[in-house]
Structures are given as structure tokens and as C-alpha cells.
């Protein structure tokens, strides 16, 4: 494990001033969200795994709604609520609950609903809600949603999509099309190119192992950080991967721990900070996928000790590393995670 102080790189986002990056709401259950952000710093490193590449937009298939590419490395949809477009949500399989930027709700005059309690970075709070009479993506409805509601700038976008929608389908995120497609969960089918068949034969993925989590998230138990093993979440709505603390040390005993630390505020939505570790690892694997060099932040979120993640190595998997994937499907109603084949990028065609 070697500290990114070592080779002196420099994080920088693309937006200007201070606006927070965000990694994504990392919590579940009681309708429970949280939002970690990542501030901006001059001593962090750019993550290994590269971004989305300038693809140009495939055609229309079928009911796919199309992932945009304008935030970073997180996956948006284009979303209406109460049949008006326009507004971009991202797919947070991170969060229990749907929520919204506080100046969407107020524009839209959307009527209050009860407050519920958040899972910030270092504690539960409450936090009020909205009422969505209809949220629409994808060629989907889902009616009567009641969505959090927190500051634009900590949220990243209009909105996030939560467990609260998206638990009841099968999640295919096609990152070389750019594309996600919903699938109500069922028996086991094989994919034809872009069209689903039924029944009997599963992808040739790599099939990650999985439990369920307390609030129903799926937990991968088949990954290993540098030979530890780990248990993993994946959460779509963070940009980058944070492993918890007990990940950190059981690294470091394998080996020299760097001499020189180099800490990353992260800021929540609730206004709670923690200060994170950053350190480059020389291998990720997920299910049978070798993804090679990955750059890490470690903290003790809340949220690993709100799924009972504290006390052993845990990874939060965030966008950075799903987008080393030509393909992730999540299927909750078969507790079932599956990975596709790496993408081809110049780093990995230079190693070959």
C-alpha cells in the first residue's frame, strides 16, 4: 500500500470553486440515507481507474434508460416528477430512500411528508421529506414517493434514486452503452447481445458471492483488497470506493505503513465531517476479476457500522471501480451480483 504523498499527485475536479464531489449516500433501512462529500484538496490523487471515455451515444434500445455522463463518473438518469422532464437523478443503490435537491422541491411546491432518520457520516439525524406523486424514468412509474430532501450542492445533482425504487428490479448497468436497464427480478435468463431470454442459463459473468445486509442491501463476500478479504456494498451514487478502517490496518500489517499520512475531509449532507485516509493498493479483485492497482480512501463511516460492517475489512464500492466493468447487474429479488468482462482501456492494453 503506498501513500499518494509519495508521487506528490494533485486531485482536481473539473468543477471550479469549492463544490463538493460527491461520493454518494451510504446508508439503508427506516428509509435511511446519508451523504458523504468529498471536498476538493491539493494532496489526494486522482482515482487509478479511469473515467467514462467519450463514447459516442449509442442508439435507442428498447426501455434503456440512458446513463449521463455530465457527473464525473456518477450514473444519472433522466428523470420526470409529476410528468415534468428535464431533471437529472442519479441511481444510488447506496441509499434506502429517494431523495431531492431542496430547490426542485420548493420550485415544484411539492407537499411535505415525515421526517426520517438519516445516517450521516458520524451519526443518525433527522431530516424532512417530500411527497412525489410520480416519478417517472426509463419508460417506468413508481407513484407516491417520499424523497429526502438536502442542499444542491451537497447532493451533486436534482435528485438520487434509492433502494426504495430500485430494490424490486434487476439492475444492468451496460457502462460500455452507457445504458441501464430495469428488469423485474425473476427466475434466471440469458443475455442475446441487447435482448433478454427466458429462462434457464445465466451470463458467463463473474457471479459475485452475496449475503443480505441488515436493511437488504447486498454484501459481495467474495472480493479481496491485496489478498485481505472484504466484504463490499456497491454504491452507485459514489464517485469513489472507501473502505473502512479495519480494511486500512490489515493492509498496512502486510507491509511498510507510509510514513507520511495524507488525509481527505469528507463532507456529509447533514453538515458532519470525518477525515479520510488515501492510499493506492497494487490489487483489487471482485468475484474472479483481477482489476489490478486501485486507488482507495479509507474512513470509519457510519454507514458500515449501520449494515454491521465495523468490525472486519469492508469496502463501499463506488463508481470508480464499477466503471472498470463493461457490465454490473445487481438483482435484489435473487440476492445476486454479477460483474462482466473488464473494459479495454490504454492502460490496460499497454500492460498486455
Do not use: W
Not at 221 to 233: I, T, Y
Amino acid at each position: 500500500m503506498r501513500s499518494s504523498a509519495e508521487h506528490g499527485d494533485a486531485f482536481t475536479p473539473t468543477q471550479p470553486h469549492r463544490r463538493a464531489l460527491t461520493l454518494g449516500l451510504c446508508a439503508a433501512g427506516f428509509g435511511l440515507i446519508a451523504g458523504p462529500t468529498l471536498a476538493q484538496t491539493t494532496s489526494a490523487p486522482p482515482p487509478v481507474a479511469p473515467g467514462p471515455d467519450p463514447l459516442a451515444p449509442p442508439p435507442d434500445v428498447g426501455e434503456e434508460a440512458r446513463l449521463l455522463a455530465n457527473l464525473f463518473t456518477r450514473m444519472a438518469v433522466k428523470t420526470e416528477l409529476n410528468g415534468r422532464p428535464g431533471f437529472a437523478f442519479v441511481m444510488d443503490t447506496g441509499a434506502g430512500r429517494t431523495a431531492i435537491a431542496r430547490d426542485v422541491a420548493e420550485a415544484m411546491a411539492l407537499p411535505p411528508g415525515p421526517p426520517i432518520l438519516v445516517h450521516g457520516l458520524t451519526s443518525a439525524e433527522l431530516t424532512p421529506t417530500v411527497k412525489i406523486a410520480r416519478l417517472s424514468f426509463g419508460g417506468r412509474r413508481f407513484n407516491d414517493i417520499y424523497a429526502g430532501v438536502y442542499p444542491r450542492e451537497l447532493l451533486g445533482a436534482d435528485g438520487l434514486m434509492g433502494l426504495d425504487v430500485l430494490s424490486r428490479f434487476e439492475l444492468e448497468f451496460n457502462l460500455d452503452r452507457r445504458s441501464m436497464k430495469l428488469t423485474p427480478s425473476g427466475p434466471d435468463r440469458i443475455e442475446v447481445g441487447t435482448a433478454f431470454y427466458t429462462p434457464s442459463h445465466i451470463r458467463r459473468d463473474s457471479c459475485g458471492r452475496t449475503r443480505i445486509g441488515r436493511f437488504g442491501q447486498l454484501i459481495l463476500v467474495n472480493a479481496r483488497v491485496e489478498g485481505v478479504q472484504v466484504d463490499c456494498f456497491v454504491d452507485s451514487g459514489a464517485q469513489y470506493s472507501i473502505g473502512n478502517m479495519s480494511l486500512f490496518q490489515a493492509i498496512a500489517s502486510g507491509g511498510d505503513r507510509p510514513t507520511q499520512r495524507t488525509l481527505i475531509p469528507i463532507y456529509g449532507v447533514t453538515g458532519q465531517t470525518i477525515l479520510a485516509e488515501h492510499a493506492n493498493v497494487s490489487q483489487l479483485t471482485i468475484g474472479t476479476r483481477r482489476l489490478g492497482p486501485a486507488s482507495l480512501l479509507f474512513a470509519d463511516l457510519h454507514a458500515f457500522e449501520t449494515l454491521e460492517l465495523n468490525q472486519r475489512p469492508a469496502l463501499l464500492l463506488g463508481a470508480d471501480v464499477l466503471y472498470r466493468f463493461r457490465r454490473v447487474s445487481l438483482d435484489f429479488g435473487r440476492s445476486r451480483m454479477e460483474f462482466g468482462p473488464l473494459r479495454r482501456t490504454p492502460e490496460t492494453m499497454t500492460r498486455r
